[in-house]
């Protein structure tokens, strides 16, 4: 029975976010193309050599990338769309960022940015590929080719990562209605089986194919599709293949995997656990089974005796089995030696990606030779685990306390929405149409400088906050010549919106170095929640107070909702997310009705992460959606019938989960609808929505100034779906990324198209 370890993927971005600083250095001009494809031959280099020398005996290549893995395969398929493609060879950077990041006019070119999407239910988004009828297809294999061939240079003989056809297809997006991108598969797979053969050629003996496809719901298409695709990319002139599934379990797709003629299957045995057996009882006995055992998307230690006795069976029974994370550790942060700052204690129970390697050799030591090889090792793990377990850190008895005492009626507002919205009507006495923005306004040079001022110490508290006091009286005034009718204060204070909230709960944790790529060199550095949360104080209520004390218009208090809260960070392992959510939204509960005692008429929550939480299977979504709804209720239901709450999100896609946005049953819902010219608003519209909506008429996502007859034909089309009362104007997202130059006129012009469609009513 041998047991090798392997990886599925590496951070790219490099310890200390070198390829993020080369790319932008690139694209500002700063350093050449010679320089940029440097240091990614360096943090390549650099990869490689940590995973050996983590005892890792299955390395990968071609899971580096500039940009994105996504983009990598349209590109090297040949999935070009016309206008790039002129710009020049395929496999040149200007077609690549054209693709990705789209071509500035003072730059000779003014093409859009291709559209980006979240990677499955990860905070990764990928670049969309897109496809049409008459499309053809040309095999540029230069990327996968030569990083097979740099590694092997350096002594290491990888396993080459590609996006499986199947995949690729099913996240395409076609430039024609009624296309089916699926229909293209038997143009792809020649490519893809001269890539193989090709990789062959060059000493790959392996290959890993990654299709997460394979833990979705999937139609008889789809299935037939990954029949087509594995029968014809199997074969003798192939290197051998280990089907890669991430991110869920396969359950009904299960039989289908284990029919394909791949020679590997790896499978996610952190999110879908239950599945190890049943595979391992239908796999063909030469199968070589890899156990995704450690958690690739968390960063927790794995509870290494635990494992041992999970996959000792497994090991023995089969001819082969394989160690590895669950997914690729692209979304884990890289190394923990380089967070000096944090809790010893909490250090103590993580593993980043360096140490998840590390994880993996000593479970196939421990498999291969006995537990007694790795007894120090044991024992330390199993401190650190009942540590955990029992410390202080993560169990608050008051909050435990509190979470108990928890009844129904905490999530029912006193009144029903209409009686609400008619006394809120009578105390807050606003136009019809009201306008308002979503909370954040320009966080400019001055605002980043005082904060970055502030961390270093060079700028003392008190002159931290009047520096931010001052900014946000110039916000107030700024709202008051436009002549909006509900205001803001700003949120000059926050950072982040969940960052800020965290740095004032307990139970939450900040790296220095814990950076995980979103998209592109764009990086986020979620906060580790560790613990039970509990709120020692008011988080908001004095930024509310002074912006309330500049003026008579109502201010709305600013608050992220418990979702958003947890969908955003790295969460304890050691209980289930909902009853971390529950503990989130008693917080903010309690901030509510600070606010709410403070003065407050209208509070907004947040919830700009609901969606995303969805899980990967319908037959789960109730279940998520029933307590995420629960715990806005929660939060929410604290507001007497006056208090008017508000809450946002930034999507828009709700077809599917209109009764759940019901369900929330806030006042006030805002929601993104510029680009896509209101047609979400027909899932409003056709459900009868019975509380008010603000659909977005700004799209604050470019520097593009709206004009006034724009967002009155926008909030023309909106009326012609609601009665005028239900209404409100308002951008489709928070103004911090803009500069105010942009956002002073474009506001102008959206009161001024509010007031024309209220003239007209
Ligand atoms: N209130 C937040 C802001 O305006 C909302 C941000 C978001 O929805 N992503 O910045
Ligand atoms: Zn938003």
């Given amino acids: 029975m041998p047991v090798t370890t392997a990886n599925l993927g590496f951070p790219r971005i490099g310890p200390r976010r070198e390829l993020k600083k080369a790319l932008e250095a690139f694209w500002a001009g700063r350093i050449d193309e010679g320089a940029l494809r440097d240091t990614a031959r360096r943090l390549r280099a650099a990869n490689w050599a940590r995973q050996r020398d983590a005892g890792i005996d299955v390395i990968p290549s071609n899971d580096f990338s500039l940009y994105d893995q996504v983009l990598d395969t349209s590109v090297m398929l040949g999935a070009i769309p016309a206008p790039y493609r002129a710009l020049g060879p395929q496999d040149s950077l200007a077609v690549y960022f054209a693709m990705a990041r789209g071509t500035r006019s003072d730059q000779g070119g003014d093409l859009p940015a291709q559209e980006m999407t979240k990677w499955f239910d990860t905070n990764y988004h990928f670049v969309v590929p897109e496809v049409g009828p008459d499309q053809d297809f040309t095999l540029c294999a230069a990327k996968p080719l030569g990083e097979f061939a740099e590694a092997l240079a350096l002594g290491h003989r990888t396993r080459p990562v590609l996006l499986g056809p199947v995949t690729w297809l099913l996240l395409a997006k076609s430039n024609q209605a009624g296309f089916d991108p699926l229909t293209l598969l038997p143009a792809i797979l020649p490519l893809y089986r001269e890539l193989l053969s090709r990789l062959r050629a060059a000493g790959a003996q392996w290959v890993q194919i990654d299709e997460p496809a394979l833990v979705l719901d999937l139609d008889e298409r789809a299935r037939s599709a990954l029949r087509t695709a594995y029968a014809a990319l199997c074969g003798p002139d192939s290197p051998r293949i280990m089907l890669a599934t991430y991110f869920g379990g396969l359950a009904d797709n299960r039989e289908l995997a284990l029919s394909l003629p791949v020679d590997g299957l790896h499978l996610d045995l952190v999110r879908a656990p239950e599945q190890l057996e049943p595979v391992l009882d239908g796999a063909r006995e030469d199968l070589v089974v890899s156990a995704g055992a450690i958690d690739g998307r968390n960063v927790w230690k794995c509870d290494l005796a635990a494992l041992l006795d999970r996959l000792g069976p497994a090991a023995r029974a089969r001819r082969e089995i394989q160690l ?70 993560t169990n608050d008895p008051a909050v435990r306390a509190r979470v108990a005492e928890v009844a129904p009626d905490w999530t029912r507002r006193a009144l029903p929405v209409e009686r609400r919205l008619a006394r809120q009507r009578e105390r807050l006495r606003l136009p019809s149409l009201p306008t308002t923005t979503i909370g954040s306004f320009p966080q400019t040079e001055a605002v980043r400088k005082a904060r970055a001022e502030h961390r270093k110490g060079t700028l003392d508290q008190a002159g931290y906050d009047a520096f931010l006091r001052a900014e946000t009286e110039r916000a107030i005034r700024r709202q008051e010549s436009l002549g909006l009718d509900v205001l803001v204060h700003g949120e000059f204070e926050r950072n982040d919106m969940v960052q800020y909230f965290g740095e004032r709960l307990s139970g939450f944790a900040f790296t220095r170095a814990g950076w995980v790529q979103s998209y592109g060199s764009r990086c986020v550095r979620p906060p580790i929640l560790y613990g039970d949360v509990a709120r020692p104080r008011a988080m908001t209520v004095n930024w509310w107070r002074h912006a309330q004390g500049l003026t008579e218009r109502p201010v709305k208090g600013m608050l992220t909702g418990p979702v958003t809260i947890l969908q955003w960070s790295f969460v304890r392992d050691d209980q289930p997310r909902a009853e971390t959510c529950r503990q989130i939204a008693l917080a903010i509960r309690d901030e509510v009705a600070d606010l709410e005692k403070a003065g407050a008429r209208i509070v907004q929550i947040d919830e700009a992460a609901l969606r995303e939480g969805l899980p990967l299977r319908r037959a789960d979504w109730n279940d998520y959606l029933g307590w995420a709804v629960a715990c806005f209720r929660l939060a929410a239901a604290v507001a007497a019938p006056e208090t008017q709450i508000h809450t946002h999100m930034c999507y828009s896609e709700f077809n599917d989960i209109i009764d759940a946005i019901g369900a929330m049953d806030a006042d006030v819902i805002s929601i993104e609808t510029a680009r896509s010219k209101m047609e979400l608003l027909d899932a409003f519209a056709t459900c009868r929505y019975p509380a008010q909506i603000g659909p977005g008429v700004y799209d604050i996502h470019s520097p593009r100034v709206p004009s006034t007859d724009e967002m009155r034909a926008l909030l023309v089309k909106a009326r012609g779906a609601f009665d005028p009362g239900q209404l409100w104007v308002n951008p489709d997202c928070g103004l911090k990324t803009r500069r105010w130059e942009d956002v002073e006129p474009a506001l102008a012009n959206m009161v001024a198209a509010a007031r024309l469609v209220r003239a007209e009513t």
């Fill in 324 to 393: 590895a994370p669950s997914c690729s550790l692209l979304h884990a942060p890289i190394d923990l030696a380089l967070e000096t700052e944090l809790d010893p204690q909490l250090a103590e129970w993580l593993a980043f990606a360096v140490q998840k390697l590390e994880e993996l050799a000593l479970l196939r030591l421990g498999l291969e030779h006995g537990p007694y090889v790795i007894a120090d090792e044991l024992a330390a793990n199993a401190d650190a685990i009942a540590a955990r377990r029992g410390s202080a850190l």
